[in-house]
Protein backbone atom coordinates (compact mmCIF):
# COMPACT_ATOMS: atom_id res chain seq x y z
CA UNK A 1 0.00 0.00 0.00
CA UNK A 2 2.48 2.36 0.55
CA UNK A 3 4.43 2.04 -2.47
CA UNK A 4 1.25 2.51 -4.30
CA UNK A 5 1.15 6.05 -2.58
CA UNK A 6 4.67 6.82 -2.86
CA UNK A 7 4.18 6.66 -6.47
CA UNK A 8 1.34 9.28 -6.52
CA UNK A 9 3.96 11.86 -5.14
CA UNK A 10 5.78 12.06 -8.88
CA UNK A 11 3.59 13.16 -11.95
CA UNK A 12 2.24 9.87 -13.21
CA UNK A 13 0.96 10.52 -17.10
CA UNK A 14 -3.24 10.18 -17.84
CA UNK A 15 -3.18 6.59 -18.07
CA UNK A 16 -1.17 5.66 -15.32
CA UNK A 17 -3.23 8.03 -13.25
CA UNK A 18 -6.51 6.49 -14.33
CA UNK A 19 -4.56 2.92 -13.28
CA UNK A 20 -3.81 4.76 -9.94
CA UNK A 21 -7.51 6.31 -9.54
CA UNK A 22 -8.37 2.40 -9.78
CA UNK A 23 -6.29 1.24 -7.43
CA UNK A 24 -6.76 3.45 -4.49
CA UNK A 25 -10.48 2.93 -4.95
CA UNK A 26 -9.82 -0.79 -4.10
CA UNK A 27 -7.67 0.23 -1.00
CA UNK A 28 -8.99 0.58 2.30
CA UNK A 29 -9.84 3.77 3.43
CA UNK A 30 -7.70 3.65 6.19
CA UNK A 31 -5.18 5.44 4.12
CA UNK A 32 -7.37 8.35 3.67
CA UNK A 33 -9.03 8.49 6.77
CA UNK A 34 -6.88 11.52 8.34
CA UNK A 35 -8.33 13.20 4.93
CA UNK A 36 -11.37 14.21 7.28
CA UNK A 37 -14.01 16.35 6.75
CA UNK A 38 -16.32 16.59 3.47
CA UNK A 39 -20.11 17.09 3.66
CA UNK A 40 -22.18 14.28 3.17
CA UNK A 41 -19.62 11.60 4.18
CA UNK A 42 -19.07 10.30 8.02
CA UNK A 43 -16.11 7.66 9.22
CA UNK A 44 -16.93 4.66 11.41
CA UNK A 45 -14.49 2.98 13.57
CA UNK A 46 -15.76 -0.53 14.75
CA UNK A 47 -13.57 -2.26 17.41
CA UNK A 48 -14.34 -5.53 19.66
CA UNK A 49 -12.67 -6.12 22.65
CA UNK A 50 -13.47 -8.82 24.62
CA UNK A 51 -17.42 -8.35 24.93
CA UNK A 52 -17.12 -4.75 24.17
CA UNK A 53 -18.30 -3.61 20.98
CA UNK A 54 -17.53 -0.17 20.51
CA UNK A 55 -18.71 2.24 17.25
CA UNK A 56 -16.90 5.75 16.57
CA UNK A 57 -18.53 7.96 14.41
CA UNK A 58 -17.08 11.48 13.06
CA UNK A 59 -19.41 12.61 11.14
CA UNK A 60 -19.59 16.76 9.50
CA UNK A 61 -22.33 18.34 11.93
CA UNK A 62 -23.99 19.63 8.54
CA UNK A 63 -24.97 15.84 7.43
CA UNK A 64 -27.25 15.37 10.80
CA UNK A 65 -28.78 18.80 11.07
CA UNK A 66 -27.89 21.26 8.03
CA UNK A 67 -25.16 23.72 9.29
CA UNK A 68 -21.87 24.01 11.31
CA UNK A 69 -22.67 25.96 14.30
CA UNK A 70 -24.12 26.50 17.31
CA UNK A 71 -27.77 26.70 16.57
CA UNK A 72 -29.26 30.44 16.02
CA UNK A 73 -33.12 30.01 16.78
CA UNK A 74 -35.25 27.91 18.96
CA UNK A 75 -36.22 25.80 15.23
CA UNK A 76 -32.13 25.32 14.93
CA UNK A 77 -32.01 24.44 18.88
CA UNK A 78 -34.79 21.57 18.00
CA UNK A 79 -32.91 19.83 15.18
CA UNK A 80 -29.70 19.54 17.51
CA UNK A 81 -32.29 17.85 19.98
CA UNK A 82 -33.81 15.46 17.19
CA UNK A 83 -30.75 14.54 15.81
CA UNK A 84 -29.17 13.27 19.43
CA UNK A 85 -32.23 12.09 19.73
CA UNK A 86 -32.10 9.55 16.89
CA UNK A 87 -28.24 8.81 17.68
CA UNK A 88 -29.39 8.06 21.45
CA UNK A 89 -31.10 5.31 19.97
CA UNK A 90 -28.43 4.09 18.28
CA UNK A 91 -29.24 0.16 18.46
CA UNK A 92 -31.35 1.19 15.49
CA UNK A 93 -28.76 2.78 13.67
CA UNK A 94 -26.21 -0.29 13.99
CA UNK A 95 -27.76 -3.42 13.72
CA UNK A 96 -25.37 -5.92 15.00
CA UNK A 97 -25.18 -9.57 13.66
CA UNK A 98 -28.26 -10.81 16.36
CA UNK A 99 -26.51 -13.73 17.13
CA UNK A 100 -23.69 -12.55 19.01
CA UNK A 101 -26.99 -10.90 21.48
CA UNK A 102 -25.09 -7.04 21.73
CA UNK A 103 -27.29 -4.76 24.01
CA UNK A 104 -26.30 -0.77 23.79
CA UNK A 105 -24.59 0.18 27.12
CA UNK A 106 -23.91 3.96 26.40
CA UNK A 107 -24.00 6.40 23.92
CA UNK A 108 -21.75 9.92 23.90
CA UNK A 109 -22.00 13.00 21.87
CA UNK A 110 -20.00 15.51 21.22
CA UNK A 111 -19.69 18.28 18.84
CA UNK A 112 -17.50 21.51 19.32
CA UNK A 113 -19.77 24.08 18.59
CA UNK A 114 -22.66 22.50 20.47
CA UNK A 115 -23.77 23.12 24.02
CA UNK A 116 -23.54 19.68 25.39
CA UNK A 117 -27.01 19.96 26.95
CA UNK A 118 -28.68 20.06 23.45
CA UNK A 119 -26.95 16.76 22.90
CA UNK A 120 -28.40 15.41 26.13
CA UNK A 121 -25.09 15.41 27.65
CA UNK A 122 -24.43 16.37 31.32
CA UNK A 123 -21.87 18.90 31.46
CA UNK A 124 -19.38 17.76 33.44
CA UNK A 125 -18.59 15.12 31.03
CA UNK A 126 -19.34 17.44 28.08
CA UNK A 127 -16.47 20.14 28.45
CA UNK A 128 -14.03 17.18 27.95
CA UNK A 129 -16.23 15.90 25.10
CA UNK A 130 -16.41 19.01 23.08
CA UNK A 131 -12.78 19.87 23.59
CA UNK A 132 -11.95 16.01 22.18
CA UNK A 133 -14.28 16.93 19.47
CA UNK A 134 -13.00 20.38 18.35
CA UNK A 135 -13.17 21.92 15.31
CA UNK A 136 -11.34 20.83 12.42
CA UNK A 137 -11.02 23.78 10.16
CA UNK A 138 -12.55 27.39 10.47
CA UNK A 139 -16.38 27.30 9.23
CA UNK A 140 -16.56 23.63 9.74
CA UNK A 141 -17.24 21.46 12.79
CA UNK A 142 -18.46 17.65 13.54
CA UNK A 143 -20.06 15.72 15.76
CA UNK A 144 -18.52 12.81 17.54
CA UNK A 145 -20.25 10.19 18.77
CA UNK A 146 -19.10 6.61 20.83
CA UNK A 147 -21.74 3.99 20.79
CA UNK A 148 -20.99 1.15 23.21
CA UNK A 149 -22.54 -2.07 23.27
CA UNK A 150 -21.93 -4.54 25.33
CA UNK A 151 -22.24 -8.56 23.54
CA UNK A 152 -23.30 -11.78 25.43
CA UNK A 153 -21.61 -14.05 22.03
CA UNK A 154 -18.58 -11.65 20.79
CA UNK A 155 -17.52 -14.44 18.27
CA UNK A 156 -20.72 -13.95 16.43
CA UNK A 157 -20.39 -10.23 15.73
CA UNK A 158 -19.85 -10.70 11.76
CA UNK A 159 -21.80 -8.06 10.72
CA UNK A 160 -22.73 -4.69 11.48
CA UNK A 161 -25.56 -2.79 9.17
CA UNK A 162 -25.84 1.03 9.27
CA UNK A 163 -28.89 2.97 8.53
CA UNK A 164 -27.96 6.42 9.02
CA UNK A 165 -28.99 7.25 6.05
CA UNK A 166 -32.70 6.39 6.89
CA UNK A 167 -32.03 8.91 9.78
CA UNK A 168 -30.11 11.87 8.49
CA UNK A 169 -31.21 12.39 4.85
CA UNK A 170 -28.07 14.47 4.13
CA UNK A 171 -25.63 11.82 4.86
CA UNK A 172 -24.54 9.92 1.79
CA UNK A 173 -21.53 7.80 2.47
CA UNK A 174 -20.02 6.71 5.60
CA UNK A 175 -16.68 5.16 5.43
CA UNK A 176 -16.62 2.39 7.94
CA UNK A 177 -13.63 0.09 9.50
CA UNK A 178 -13.64 -3.09 11.82
CA UNK A 179 -11.28 -4.26 13.71
CA UNK A 180 -11.55 -7.42 15.70
CA UNK A 181 -9.04 -10.48 16.13
CA UNK A 182 -9.84 -11.64 12.59
CA UNK A 183 -8.04 -8.29 10.96
CA UNK A 184 -8.94 -5.04 9.42
CA UNK A 185 -12.43 -5.02 7.45
CA UNK A 186 -12.91 -1.54 5.20
CA UNK A 187 -16.16 -0.54 3.35
CA UNK A 188 -17.72 2.54 1.52
CA UNK A 189 -21.75 2.58 2.94
CA UNK A 190 -24.30 4.28 1.38
CA UNK A 191 -27.65 3.93 1.51
CA UNK A 192 -28.26 0.62 -0.93
CA UNK A 193 -25.03 -1.05 0.66
CA UNK A 194 -25.26 -0.39 4.33
CA UNK A 195 -23.82 -3.56 5.79
CA UNK A 196 -19.98 -4.25 6.60
CA UNK A 197 -19.57 -7.76 6.84
CA UNK A 198 -16.71 -9.62 8.26
ZN1 LIG B 1 -18.16 21.31 6.97
Same mark, same amino acid.
Given at each position: MFECLSLLTTEPDTAMRNTLSLLLLTLSTTAFAAGGHSH???? @???? %??????? %? !? %??????? @?????RAPKNANEQERVKKAAEKLRAADKLFVISADAACKLQSVKLASAVIDPALLGEAPAANAAGAKAA??????? !?? %??????????????????TVNLFDAFSLLQRVDARAASAKGQHAAKLNGKSRTLSW
Open positions: GKAE @LDIA %LDGNTLT %L !A %LEAPLES @LVGFEGAKEEGH !AD %LDGEFVFRCDKPAAVKSV
